[in-house]
């Protein structure tokens, strides 16, 4: 469904995506997971062309992405959170959600901003989410964790065919993250491709069908998460050459 | 009594929510701007009594001026949150545009004001290709330099008098009469502009808008194509600026450099939206309104000292400390709004 060849992103003689080539198929759960400042969430941006590769090739469904506009990206049915929830302050948490929905050509631009049977969608998705009480809030009022929430809402609203979720656990307490995982099971058993950057190893072991990880810009270990958490090199990655000393 | 406990919570959830929906969507009255316009479309009957009204009309006029540009440039600073100060640039273009037609070949501007306009916006849609690449003090820098790229070429563009200007034939009308077609003409554009201006804060365009000003990242990953929208935006407010600009030059007889490419004449819109609003729908008519008032009263009580200078920067300071949302702006927020003045 997605993938990589070869993306590459260096920022002068850095080199945060150094020749990193993997594939999310198609109704499956991929992770990208990496010690900090393994590139993770560079790729992710690379990708979803909130930045511009410095080479490699994206494919999404047999046809190329890495050139096209991060909105275009959307419309092809790609869609993304980001780290640090990013929403629309002074806006509610309705407007944020319908915001995301597409609008097709001119004509769209001048339709009415809340049409009733975009408002349904939002708030049938709100009420997936088990958040339609904070409808009407304002955008800025909401706690992290409904942030993320919220932000997970306004990504279904472009009706993806697949997810990318930047941490959808960081900083959320258990039991969210616990209704947080069984929204990403539910979604994807519904047939949504999804891909995660994830620190959270509980979430990744649990829902992942496949895990990549990176280190150092590079992909060093690819496959089921019971291969990977044995493979040596995903342990040198993350215990830095502490089980050679011991 | 469990439930019992769990239903009075669910209950005032429930009316806590019916309040916030209710804030959403607050019946407007309608039927205010309305009956201004008509009072404002009835005021030169005046003129049928004894004594000339000139001085009113003129205020009147001169405020819809405003109110046409400060509703524009709205589009593009309150709604997609781009400052630019140089959108006096689209004035000049207006009122050369239609008063170099207007001299040559007799055509009324109130006629040739939607053209005018329209030049306006192709112009500023080619800018703001340009310009729109940066945000923030880099974007306000831009758009002053624009206005002293135009203010060079004006300047020194034989073809439409240089820095002399061409003078304009004045209208073929009584003294009492000759300001009528103009204000008709200021006055029913201002209604056009904030109906517009309410149009698109309501339509899919003004949502994407508010969603480029708050974060442009996010809204372009929401799938915003934001450069068109807002470049559409800034040639939106070009187009209402030029509009006004088309009929001010044959309104004074006269078009030249220093009476459009001035920083006054910008920088006027953009206080005009900050004290009364920016983003929201009557903020730029109240700013208006409030400024071009304060001026004339300055002027009244000062004569023709620079104190209205002075003044108005300190009723800036002032308003900015108790109003930081514009007026309009933090009475919304506060809930105090007049229901007469919630135009959004």
Excluded at chain 1, 120 to 130: T, Y
Excluded at chain 2, 63 to 69: D, E, K, N, P, Q
Excluded at chain 2, 165 to 178: C, E, F, H, R, T
Excluded at chain 2, 245 to 255: D, K, N, P, S
Aim: charged share 15%; proline share 4%; net charge positive.
């Amino acid at each position: 469904m997605l993938t990589v060849t070869n993306l590459c992103k260096h920022f002068g003689g850095i080199r945060a995506v150094d020749g990193c080539s993997f594939t999310a198929e198609a109704g499956k759960i991929t992770a990208l997971i990496g010690p900090n400042g393994a590139g993770k969430t560079t790729a992710f941006n690379c990708i979803s062309r909130t930045m511009a590769p410095t080479s490699g090739e994206v494919w999404l469904d047999g046809g190329r992405i890495d050139h096209l506009r991060p909105h275009e990206i959307t419309a092809k049915g790609l869609s993304r959170t980001f780290q640090i929830s990013r929403n629309l302050a002074d806006m509610t948490v309705l407007e944020n959600i319908v915001c995301q929905a597409p609008i097709r050509g001119w004509r769209g631009l001048m339709k009415p901003a809340m049409p009733p049977e975009e408002v349904a969608k939002a708030e049938g998705i709100l009420e997936f989410l088990g958040i339609s009480r904070l409808a009407h809030e304002d955008g800025a009022n909401l706690s992290y964790g409904q942030k993320k929430l919220m932000d997970f809402a306004a990504l279904l609203m472009s009706d993806p065919k697949i997810i990318l979720l930047d941490e959808p656990a960081g900083g959320v307490n258990p039991s969210l993250l616990e209704e947080i995982i069984g929204h990403i099971r539910k979604l994807n058993e519904a047939g949504l491709t999804v891909l995660i950057v994830e620190h959270n190893m509980d979430l990744i072991m649990r829902l992942s069908h496949r895990v990549v990880v990176m280190a150092q810009g590079q992909v060093i270990a690819d496959g089921p998460p019971e291969m990977v958490r044995e493979d040596p090199a995903v342990l040198d990655a993350y215990l830095g050459g502490a089980l050679e000393a011991a | 009594m469990a439930s019992m406990d769990q239903s009075a919570v669910l209950e005032a959830r429930r009316l806590y929510n019916a309040r916030l929906a209710l804030k959403a969507d607050k019946t407007r009255a309608v039927w205010f701007p309305i009956a201004v316009l008509a009072v404002l479309l009835a005021l030169p009957l005046l003129q049928l009594t004894s004594s000339n009204y000139n001085y009113v009309l003129h205020l009147v006029l001169y405020t819809a001026s405003y109110v046409v540009m400060a509703s524009g440039w709205n589009i593009l600073g309150g709604f997609a949150g781009y400052i630019s100060l140089g959108h006096n640039v689209f004035f000049a273009i207006g009122g050369y545009f239609a008063g170099m037609i207007y001299a040559r070949y007799g055509v009324s501007t109130i006629i040739l004001a939607p053209l005018a306009g329209l030049v306006a916006a192709v112009v500023g849609y080619v800018i703001g290709r340009i310009t729109l690449k940066v945000r923030g003090p880099s974007f306000i820098i831009s758009s002053l330099a624009l206005v002293m790229i135009f203010r060079i070429l004006f300047d020194n563009w034989d073809f439409v008098g240089g820095a002399a200007g061409v003078s304009l034939p004045a209208i073929d009308l009584p003294v009492k009469w000759a300001k009528v077609p103009y204000y008709y003409a200021f006055v029913v554009m201002a209604a056009v502009t904030v109906y517009a201006t309410y149009r698109i804060k309501h339509s899919k365009f003004g949502l994407g808008l508010r969603a480029i000003s708050k974060d442009e990242i996010k809204a372009e990953s929401a799938g915003i194509d934001t450069r068109f929208y807002k470049t559409l935006a800034f040639a939106m407010s070009a187009f209402f600026v030029g509009m006004a600009g088309a009929v001010w030059g044959e309104y004074l007889t006269y078009i030249r450099p220093n009476i459009f490419l001035i920083i006054l004449v910008s920088v006027n819109m953009v206080l005009m939206c900050i004290l009364g609003g920016k983003g929201t729908i009557a903020g730029p008519v109240i700013g208006a309104i409030l400024i071009v008032a304060f001026n004339e009263a300055c002027v009244i009580f000062f004569g023709g000292s620079e104190i209205n200078i002075l003044a108005t920067g300190l009723v800036m300071a002032l308003a900015l400390m108790f109003f930081p949302l514009g007026i309009i702006g933090s009475l919304a927020r506060s809930g105090r709004l007049p229901r007469i003045l919630n135009w959004d």
